[in-house]
């Protein structure tokens, strides 16, 4: 169930009767996803999951967090990100909102490995808050989040079908996934070289450039097709509504 | 053209080629919208009609930013807000990295009322970084908002359809909008009294629910149709693209 | 009755008696103002507007802020200013600094219309923290600004006087009216063109410069004179009492 | 000279002359001053004062600043503090504002021994972002806050007038000196203990309020008179204006 | 080397033969540790580490931050934490400063597994500064942190020394590491359970203390002992020694 | 006794039985000390004197602040700065987290003078919380900070060692305490002028630089040794356990 979708009366009801208290947000990013991949790769792959999560779980999910932390995707065009700060600062609002109405469990669904840090820090924050006294209501807040690939079937998957290159950033998995989403959009590019270069420790966004010339890392997103997409989405689908009930029962 | 549709490589061959340097980004809310308005109806309007502006305009037209500064809502179950700072910090990042790219025209395409003055103290905040001196790239930065409703053929139907009754919140005409853009999320619901209470100041959210008992503002929405949807469409498209256009040659 | 003037036992001794809990505080801002403008104009009509209200409404001034929100001004030396982020902190610090001895209602006597998005902007800032459960204090103040020019009896005169010459910046009306409260600090000075260019939108202090030569928007300020100023004095407190009285009963 | 009552030409004019890039900018409080001394006493004072030294020495006078760093005041009626970290940001952007402009020495005339540190602090987060490199700007600028009574001649007449019952708060002298500045204000209450309470450390509103239970400390103001008041202000602006031309040297 | 035993001209002298712009900055917490750790564990064993990696490659050590992000230890007495915003502004400082005076390179010898979000965080919100072009100065700034148990050597030698039972929190390699560092503070307390309640998702700090009574997670330190310690330690600076020069490269 | 030496359970019962609530928290910083001055001596001598407190007092002393406030230093190689406001936003976190275990009276004892003014406003910035109701708990709060020469005894016997040549920074008396403290670390360094300029006020890195050119003010550091380190500790320890007493009983 959207919450965009919802009226208020509508969540008033559900509340009223539902006593996992939990909510799904759907996090991703807009930055370069290599020669053929979307910009909006991260907060697709995240928004088409939820959905799926949501159906399964009977929960809501809340509108789609589209812009993530993304600093070293600048040196490519159309790439943006937001400081931790700022995400941080978002975090907070949107769940000390969510937690006036009574949701108390806040699943970021994630899309973008670079949120991963700045999410958990951005939890911290609001956690330290209730741990220092400062605002004992926010020890009614529990926030968690996973990315849709950390799944084992969706691990396992992903290894079946692409083997060793399965990749780091603008992967074929999240391409497909994407592909099966929106098929209008499909791009086909040739990719030189067919693999990306390996994975390394990277720092800003001219360091990043120049370590991975076409923005992908380690992956051979040639390999993407919506077939795989629509296998993908099952698995994933399955793997976080498990850990979602999961979260509920801690 | 969705940003979040492109590869890197399609915005860098625009951006080679265009010279207008302009972008347009819509911004909504998430936030009760009375009896039988979607929570989402203020995103999902400056998405939808943002949509259409940008087809009009071959202009690129980043993510939705779905989430607006709503605190006077929050009586209201699944009303989210962020804070005026959060939203000013949340503007400079995407300002500042779009601009990294080249652009430097920000087209903030609005459908929440509640953040123009947030937006607009944004605005001032870029701007007084240039004009102090503390950062002189922001100088290449220009910024507008403007709503999806403001415009003089969408004012218009309005009163054609709704004479008096257009109100202030949860209107007719932006749930006409969104039952054009979602016609499966159409909700039925008897409302009493048929128009709500007229507008007056208001302050925060106790306050707003003690004066607005169902979230609507002076609106009488029991008249939205999908019809008024694509008229009121077709009317914001074109006055929008109008004062887009306008926004470029400043 | 000026807050500054009094001791504190007489402040404690006027609250226990006063039921309305509000007082007035003035604003304004430190900007050019043309070529015979003052550059405390704003500040000097806010608080001498502010002292004949406060006279009427048997209310306590504050002392006046004598900074604003004037980043577009920069351009023109003398002129100072806050960035909305500054100003939100100030006004939240004075709210809540009033609000402990039993002030609830405060208004923001306005002489300088770009001090408008940024106050908006801190008011919901306070509320937001109310709204969100975590400041509940909060939700005992109601702010509201208005600039002494938006009367009825005002703007009627203005128009009487200068006909369709009132503009937007450095407007004969302001000017009368320091020439009123200041006499010894008038300016004769030549301005070419007599009128100034019209009103358009604008961005930042190098934007505004190129826009407006000598600083003005749409005046003629050649047309002001203290008489003038005496005249609009009587009108603006007069419509700014009653719209005080009126804040007061919300 | 004033800032306020000057026009932008005219401060144009000067600047192109001036040679020091000196202002001065009067810095003071709203706070309780004891039975007798005004809640304005602190910014008056400085205001008073820093007009002279502004004849004395040819250089402009900024607005006063009315507010100050009173946290322990606020338990009596009428104190407003801001906090440390407001008092920085208004530092800041008025600094950066007149630095714009050609002003490099600013003088910060302070009538609130509470300032002292809270503005010192403002001035280091200022010099630290030219010291680290990320706003070489700053470099330009040099900051000095100086309090009216702390010059030699003025302590000595001080002494004199007042011998061991100078104290640290509502002070005869400066209820003195705006006695002379405002005579109309002049406020006539008996005092019990004659001496108010001699200083120790103090930290919080509630540990100030019972430490000194009618706000003074140390002095006995029944002493004031507006004669003083002139003596004093002959004596500290020739000691302020002493002061500043020395900064100006540095 | 200790930056802290250092004179300026030293540091000055080394930095002009220096090539590798590196330097180890050590950091832990001052948080809990179970019934028989010390408080200060996480500093101690950074410090103690850093200071034999110094020494290895040469290279200085500034002195150690000996406060980390502990809010969840917050329950037990004596734990102190820094808010993730504070660390990021205190790391940015010290990064910042460093980089005035040449150093390019720094390695976050981490004590506490609690920093390392917020530690990338900060890293992050460093970069974007320069991704986003508002300090390109920070272009020359590269970060790293890895913890001292990370190696593989130090992690096959806890495995050997402790099974099963390593743990993650008290674990007996911190407490023995610091028994070998602080031989005079060892505390003999019997622990029950023997083996502390084995790992799980954790929030604030009601909650950690609810599943961890004694505040040890999956341990058994009653099998430190001092000679543990100075193999771990060994151990460990050839690990980190190993690991600092590979940063030194990239 | 050191908190970085305890266990929680230890700390747990000294709080049972204490009744002063107080704790000892040493400040220093990293920074230029002249030709044969440590980096570190500020934080040295305020860890060494701080141990010597904690005994005769009984009172735990908690790890030490290593970074200051030392923007003027930067202009020397090796030195490191926190910003005020950086400062302010640790010594809340510290103060509030071990307030919540029941510590209420915060003692800074300091070796630095840069950092008196940022954390006095640090300690205004906590209490202003309490003082305008944001944060009531903060009225359980009391800090106080004093630096180790400014006791009696010690101020005496630096001028019975030392006569007119103790200057202000990089002093005899400090450098001799180090030399105790840490002997291997004793540098024997030339100096021309044997002593150096005298104080005068300074401003940022580049003015302090360029006033005091191998760092040292005012003093002649030559006279070192750690025989009168030995003194010296034995009188400060003496003042400032006087002094922690009188805190502890206001």
Redo the contacts between chains.
Sequence with gaps: M????????E??AY?AKDTTRGIIIPIGA?E?????????TD??CAEFVAKGVGEVCNAYV??????G?S??H?????????????M???V???V???????FEKFFFLNGHG?N???L??????I??D??????P???K????TMMWQAGGRTRALAQELYHGNSGMHATAAEISLVQFY?PD?I?H?EMSPKVAPPH??F?????YRMRYPD?RIGSDPSMSCPEHGERLLKATVTDLSEAYQA?LA?
Tied chains: 1, 2, 3, 4, 5, 6.
């Design positions: 959207q919450l965009a979708h919802a009226t208020w009366p969540v008033e509340l807009t370069q996803h290599g020669p053929n991949g979307l910009i909006g907060h697709l809340a509108p789609t967090l589209t812009y932390m600093q070293h600048l040196g490519f065009t159309g790439s943006v990100t937001l400081r931790p700060s700022t941080a600062a978002m907070r609002d949107i000390q909102s969510l937690n006036v109405h009574g670079g991963v840090t700045p958990k820090a951005a939890f911290d924050e956690y330290a209730a741990s220092l006294g400062a605002n209501a926010a020890f807040t529990r926030c968690m929106r959009d791009k590019v390394t420790d720092f800003h966004s001219l360091d923005g979260f801690y």
